[in-house]
């Protein structure tokens, strides 16, 4: 028998892809995009395209397995070989032996230590709103245990927007097509957000103009019309510098200014102090090319930026982002089909979170919060925690094994013999090398979810199509039979699937008026239903609850009349909350400490960009033979000539990157242009990848650091100085 099921791909990418599965005989035969999506349309990333190769792996874990090695990663193992000698480091248990021995040292731990003893640890490996971020929470809460700060990737970059415009909003992507000047600032749009690639393109087949804004020659970069290398960490002032010139040229909406923004003024004053040829010395970007930017942003119209995480892993991230919103509000773009900024719509959704996580259980329980620790400290946290120390680790979602910074330390802490450590996978990974208990985690085509996205506006069911293969478990499951092995007999751990969903979606967002599970699952997407007034909006007439997603094709243009959802109203220029919270109310820009125009560069001259690679989802399907075939430099250093050249350093010659933090041994990549390179000069590049398949059994993030970002309390993994040197024989 034949079927096909409408799913939505859960992994960390603006797009949300509508997805296609064909099912034969309970087998899984086909993957493809659903051609009904007025986004996606019809196509998949070359990773999703490979998902059989995942479901179907015979790596994948799929039974409850116990250590009986000493932890750490194989030892002496061929790639080929690791995920064979990891199994043999443990033994098969069935789920009943696996959650009782949880649950016995969850008791032990809490009896001795108290419940913050416990820390949950996930973040991205789902953003599903259940299996991301329900059952678990529920569990946890109830439980008491240590709560995690999720910071690691975007809270500095939300935090920057939100300063200005009050809500994580921004320009849906079919207006891009309407774009007649298109800034890719920070965004390798061609490599992780390709949904959006086909309305750039349609806008360019009509004359418009493609920018690209990167320290590195990404995909994209190499795509566009006109290219601008930025070093590393200086995009507020690339951003003020824009400021200066297009007020002091009066190029920016005065009537919009004046209507919808506040601290007009103070940025006037503030933009003086960044000529286009002081911020050349900063940015490596010419003056000449300053203003010739500015002016073309704010003339050739609409103009519209994407602006992607890449600005905000800098130590003054909130600031950088913060910097960068301002600027369509300046020049009023906001106003016109196809103008605007997109950095995250997510806000738009606006789901029962509170439903699904019930943060209150902590409450009944224990009657206080618990403590808070930040995931990017995860190794200061493992090692040096007190009062009490971390003596119990539960990982899904994640990896931090390999993608958190200061890896050496994670390392050392997750090595501890008194650390009991459970991991849900559905592989062996960097992390699995130091589980007491893994147990075996289902792909999304084996559970059923509700999909948000952070790149468009339309909201899916992901209905399960196949049985989770061997005794594979979902979050939602897992968290749910744990927390009966834990004796919590709130109604709450025995919820349905269907009314999670249900409860997410009751929520006080008008957005959502008339979208139920019912008509998810018939209408497979529907669009946010922004015809009905808003905080932010148009402010358009409602539309009748059961009208067609297909049938709404009225733009959203959430703030052409201003209705930001700020404290003042209106888009903030000068922030009273940022002035309250220490931080500069304006906008300004101050060099990273490690950087080389920073306090910190003394030893270390080269820029480090510890970057994500263009075919995995952070760490997701780096192991995936099929899709790691597609990375092509991953163990490699890429230089530029110069920098080469006074290291004594050729093209693949075998080189150690080092800091204060630790060493890594790559291969030298170096360009072959002077002018048309990967990466400027005093800049390297690197792509983060397992520790397992490096000879050394580290990876990038020997060399980055805890230190957190200004705003959002997030990563710094582009604030990073190494040295290099040549490895002779």
């Not at 080929?80 to 032990?108: G, Y």
């Amino acid at each position: 028998m034949k079927r096909v099921v409408h799913a939505a791909c859960p992994h960390d990418c603006p797009d949300a892809c509508g997805v296609l599965i064909t099912i034969e005989d309970g087998r899984a035969t086909r993957i493809q995009g659903d051609p009904e999506h007025p986004v996606t349309r019809g196509f998949l990333c070359a990773k999703v395209a490979k998902y059989l190769d995942r479901v179907y792996s015979p790596d994948r874990v799929l039974y409850p397995m116990r250590r009986v090695k000493a932890k750490g990663p194989a030892a002496d193992a061929a790639d080929a070989d690791k995920s064979v000698r990891a199994t043999q480091a443990f033994e098969r248990v069935s789920w009943d032996e696996a959650l009782d021995e949880i649950a016995d040292r969850f008791r032990h731990i809490v009896a001795e230590y108290s419940a913050e003893a416990i820390l949950p640890y996930s973040y991205g490996g789902t953003l599903g709103a259940l299996n991301g971020a329900s059952m678990d929470r529920r569990f946890f809460h109830r439980l008491g245990a240590s709560q995690l700060e999720r910071t690691i990737c975007s809270s500095a970059g939300e935090e920057g927007l939100k300063s200005v415009i009050g809500i994580k909003l921004g320009t849906e992507p079919e207006q891009f097509a309407h774009s007649r000047y298109i800034i890719a600032w920070g965004s390798n749009i061609h490599g992780n957000n390709v949904h959006l690639w086909p309305f750039i393109e349609e806008a360019r087949r009509q004359g418009a103009k493609l920018v690209v804004i990167d320290p590195y020659r990404t995909r994209t970069a190499k795509c566009a019309d006109w290219y601008l290398p930025i070093n590393p960490g200086t995009d507020a002032a690339l951003a003020l510098g824009l400021m200066h010139v297009i007020i002091n040229e009066n190029l920016f909406d005065a009537d919009y200014v004046s209507r919808y923004t506040v601290g007009f003024e103070d940025l006037k004053a503030r933009a003086q102090q960044y000529p286009p040829e002081k911020v050349a010395h900063w940015t490596g970007i010419s003056a000449a090319d300053i203003r010739k930017l500015a002016r073309e942003y704010a003339t050739v119209r609409p103009s519209v930026i994407r602006v992607n995480y890449g600005i905000q892993r800098s130590e003054r991230g909130g600031m950088s982002m913060r910097a960068v919103t301002m600027l369509p509000c300046l020049i009023g773009s906001w106003k016109e089909l196809g103008g605007g900024l997109q950095m995250s719509l997510s806000g738009s959704f606006g789901l029962n979170s509170e439903a699904l996580k019930m943060p209150e259980l902590m409450l009944k329980a224990w009657g206080r919060p618990a403590r808070t620790v930040n995931m990017v400290q995860l190794g200061t946290a493992l090692n040096s925690l007190t009062a009490p120390p971390v003596q119990a680790l539960f990982v899904y979602n994640s990896n931090p094994a390999a993608v958190c910074p200061n890896h050496n330390e994670v390392v050392r802490g997750l090595k501890r013999p008194d650390l009991f450590t459970v991991v849900h996978e559905q592989f062996f990974t960097d992390t699995t090398d130091y589980a007491d208990i893994v147990l075996p985690a289902t792909t999304f085509f084996e559970h059923k979810d509700l999909q948000t996205a952070y790149g468009h506006y339309y909201l899916q069911v992901s209905n399960q199509a196949i049985d989770p293969v061997g005794e594979c478990r979902s979050n939602v499951e897992l968290f749910r039979a744990l927390a009966e092995r834990m004796g919590f007999d709130d109604d709450c751990f025995r919820e349905t699937v269907d009314s999670m969903i249900d409860r997410a979606l009751e929520a006080p967002n008008p957005w959502l008026q008339g979208i139920t599970r019912e008509r998810l699952e018939r209408e497979h997407r529907i669009r946010l239903n922004f015809a009905v007034p808003n905080r932010v909006g148009t402010g358009a007439s409602p539309v009748q609850a059961e009208r067609s997603s297909a049938e709404i094709t009225t733009p959203f243009l959430p703030f052409a009349q201003g209705s930001f959802p700020t404290p003042s109203g209106k888009a903030e220029f000068y922030s009273e909350t940022l002035q309250r919270q220490g931080l500069d109310p304006v906008v300004a820009f101050t060099p990273p400490d490690e950087s080389r125009h920073g306090s910190k560069a003394t030893g270390f001259p080269l820029e480090l960009l510890a970057r994500k690679p263009d075919n995995h989802l952070n760490s997701t399907f780096a192991n995936v033979a099929s899709v790691r075939k597609m990375e092509t430099q991953l163990g490699d250093l890429e230089m530029h000539p110069t920098d080469a050249e006074a290291r004594g350093v050729r093209n693949g010659d075998r080189i150690r990157a080092f800091n204060q933090r630790g060493e890594i041994v790559l291969q030298a990549r170096v360009d072959s242009s002077q002018k048309n390179g990967s990466v400027p000069p005093g800049v390297v590049a690197a792509r983060l990848d397992w520790a397992r398949f490096s000879p050394s059994g580290g990876n990038i993030n020997v060399l980055t650091s805890e230190i957190l970002t200004d705003m959002g309390n997030a990563a710094t993994f582009y604030s990073v100085c190494v040295e290099v040197e040549l490895l002779r024989a």
